[in-house]
């Protein structure tokens, strides 16, 4: 691992570094709307534009990007308020998804640790074997299932 500014690099060709508003929205939201990516959970509400941008300038590093020549070929953000921190659209395409998510949640858990944090949580989708393989090989382990409540504020 080479540290670069700011930036981490797992190899030659791919660095971890934070979301640029001005410049990597239109990958990361093409990261979003892509199924196979462990994305296709796009909403408008929450991942316009605007939205990712007010975030990242209120917590610098709450979303990542791995970069390989150029392109975004992954991300993660990070959901975190002091006290419990999350794991939140991490969407990585297919073509190096092994490195690629070892190298996006190893930067993930440094900066969580970092902030104080010795626990994360991430929400994955009910008898998924994609998703359950995922995070076990990232030495997550598997809790209960429950049921997300949700309300429209409007």
Not at 65 to 90: M, P
Not at 119 to 135: G, H, I, M, S, T
């Amino acid at each position: 691992m080479l540290a670069i500014k700011g930036q981490v690099c797992y190899r030659e060709r791919m660095i971890i570094r934070v979301y640029n508003p001005i410049t990597d929205y239109s990958s990361v939201e093409a990261l979003y709307k892509d199924s196979s990516t462990f994305g296709g959970q796009f909403d408008q509400a929450r991942d316009s534009e605007e939205r990712l941008k007010d975030l990242i300038e209120k917590k610098p590093d709450a979303i990542l990007v791995a970069e390989d020549k150029g392109e975004i070929i992954g991300t993660v953000t990070l959901f975190e308020d002091g006290r419990s921190a999350w794991l939140y659209r991490f969407a990585v395409k297919g073509n190096a998804q092994a490195d690629v998510i070892s190298a996006l949640w190893a930067k993930a858990r440094e900066i969580l640790k970092q902030k104080g944090h010795t626990q994360v949580l991430v929400y994955a989708p009910v008898n998924n074997k994609d998703f359950e393989d995922r995070y076990t090989q990232l030495g997550f382990i598997k809790g209960n299932d429950f049921t997300a409540y949700w309300q429209d504020l409007g």
